[in-house]
């Protein structure tokens, strides 16, 4: 590979058939309607200029909690090289000494949803070299939920022996979880 991105290792882990369809293949996959929400709201954190309330109402909160927070840039891009692999990631927002990230949610976080962006928490740590912050706001109450998160060095290791495998894997076997219901492959997979 060229270079690794978050969710390339979190596919890979997630569904190696899903994998191969995006990765090897270079198929795009279908944006079902949590992509679409997903985004969206992410485009309007900057310029609100969306004409749906709930996202209206999810971006006033999410700007309220970080109205304080010195955000130097958006959207900021990064390629780094790290231990010989180059690494891509979009941070949502940048300060002097975090990262943030913003994330929607029906309900709550608890440390499993933690885990689920483990792979991202850690590779926005280690390629920007500061602290994270998870900002998630809930989509029916606009609750914002805060969970700041340190470097550990044990989970950029398992980022590697994912670059490993996904660099000596030959098989692409299907998975069979809760996560086909938001596959964006389902269509290819099924046939
Ligand atoms: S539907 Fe499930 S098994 Fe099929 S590609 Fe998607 S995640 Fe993999």
């Known amino acids: 590979m060229e270079y690794y991105s978050a969710s390339m290792l979190k596919l890979f882990n997630d569904c190696k058939f899903a994998f191969k369809c995006r990765y090897i293949d270079k198929i795009e ?3 079902n309607k949590y992509l679409i929400f ?3 709201f992410h485009d309007n954190i900057k ?3 969306s004409t749906d309330e709930n996202i209206i109402n999810m971006v006033k909160s999410l700007r309220n909690a970080i109205k304080d927070r010195k955000i130097i840039e958006y959207e900021k891009k990064y390629f780094v090289l790290i231990d010989g692999y180059n690494f891509i990631g979009y941070v949502d927002a940048e300060c002097k000494d975090h990262v943030l990230e913003f994330k929607s949610s029906n309900r709550k976080w608890y440390e499993r949803d933690v885990l689920n962006n483990i792979i991202q928490s850690t590779m926005y740590q280690k390629m920007t070299g500061k ?4 900002y998630v706001v809930n989509k029916k109450t606009f609750w914002i939920q805060k969970i700041t998160l340190e470097y550990n060095k044990k989970n950029w290791e398992k980022i590697l ?10 098989k692409y076997n299907k998975t069979n979880s809760y996560k086909c219901m938001y596959c964006s492959y389902k269509k290819i997979c099924q046939k």
């Not at 602290?131 to 998870?134: I, N, Q």
């Not at 022996?161 to 000596?168: A, G, V």
């Open 29 to 31: 996959g279908e944006k």
């Open 38 to 40: 997903g985004t969206e």
């Open 47 to 49: 310029d609100l200029t």
């Open 131 to 134: 602290k994270l912050e998870y």
């Open 161 to 170: 022996n994912t670059i490993d495998r996904i660099n000596t894997t030959k």
